[in-house]
């Protein structure tokens, strides 16, 4: 699902607020959840997940065109791992599929 997917269906869910309204609010969302995570705060959502920051060590790489080593510097990168809940129903999506199939 992309962003305007989701602006999209949560418009047609909720009839009574505008699209830019649907708009707006999503990408508020999404900037107080980068906010959060560029100042190193870990975000948890009960049911769905948490995000949190990996560090990546630096480490020797190679060009694939020339082969030459080449340094790659450590940083830090966004992490999601599911919840419980999001976990099992789409763990029993699976298994439905799997019985209708």
Not at 6 to 24: C, F, G, N, V
Not at 75 to 97: I, M, S, T
């Amino acid at each position: 699902m992309t962003k305007s997917e989701l602006i999209a269906r949560l418009a047609s869910s909720y009839p009574q607020l505008a699209h830019k309204d649907t708009e707006l609010t999503v990408k508020t969302i999404l900037d107080a959840m980068t906010a959060a995570l560029v100042s190193g705060q870990r975000i948890e959502i009960r049911g769905f997940g948490s995000f949190s920051l990996s560090t990546r060590a630096p480490r020797i790489g190679r060009n694939p065109r020339s082969g030459e080593k080449v340094l790659v510097p450590a940083k830090q990168v966004p992490h999601f791992k599911a919840g419980k809940e999001l976990r099992e129903r789409v763990d029993q999506a699976f298994l439905a599929q799997q019985r209708d199939s």
